[in-house]
């Protein structure tokens, strides 16, 4: 008797432990993330256009912002890329943040102020894909597209390119800049010097949602 209760115990224990087995392993299975479908929105709350200026000439860079992006024509879409190719924008000239009140005075006065009706950058993008973005910009009456790197993570995307504002006929708005802060901009050697290639950082995280 004692031996067919212990093969009856055993045989129970085998039984309850496989099913227990089973039935963790149904809890705990997380979705394939192949199989599910996402999509993407633009989201303005994350949009940031970082800009660098050099000065010197040692170049050193002097950064600032825009207070204020106005994107249209995005897209509810399964890519960060299709979400986005078809995007333009508007960005208002008054808003240059550099966080000193006087140089951004001087910006808008002396190289903005200096243009052909700029009050306002606008643009839109002509091509776009994971590596490589050709964006038509428009300043200084004049539209020139620029070829910016391209670099997607998840749902952030982020565009950069280094332009010569020589394309947009800037070059007098360059100097008219450099002679009011001409003691500013002096090296080590003396030499005061505005240069005319500027850094475009521009990045935006868009919103995600997976089913």
């Excluded at 950069?160 to 007098?172: K, R």
Aim: proline letters at 3%; aromatic letters at 6%.
């Amino acid at each position: 008797m004692t031996y067919y209760r212990n093969a009856f115990l055993l045989s129970s224990i085998v039984v309850l432990a496989s099913c227990g087995g089973q039935h963790s392993h149904e809890e705990t299975s997380a979705p394939d993330p192949a199989q599910q479908t996402c999509t993407y929105t633009y989201n303005a709350d994350s949009s940031r256009v970082i800009w660098t200026a050099f000065k010197t000439t040692e170049k050193v860079g002097v950064s600032g912002t825009f207070n204020e992006v106005k994107v249209n024509g995005t897209q509810q879409a399964q890519s960060v890329v299709e979400a986005m190719q078809s995007a333009s924008f508007v960005i208002p000239v008054a808003g240059v943040n550099t966080t000193n009140p006087d140089r951004d005075k001087k910006i808008m006065e002396h190289f903005f102020g200096t243009m052909a009706s700029t009050t306002e950058l606008t643009g839109s993008v002509v091509s776009l894909d994971a590596t490589t973005a050709n964006v038509a910009i428009s300043m200084n009456g004049v539209t020139d597209t620029v070829k910016m790197d391209v670099v997607i993570t998840d749902s952030k995307i982020a565009l950069s390119a280094v332009i010569e504002l020589g394309n947009w006929s800037a070059q007098p708005s360059v100097d008219a800049l450099n002679k009011v802060c001409f003691d500013l901009h002096k090296g080590a050697d003396g030499v005061s010097k505005l240069w005319p290639e500027v850094k475009l950082e521009v990045s935006t995280t868009l919103n995600k949602a997976c089913q």
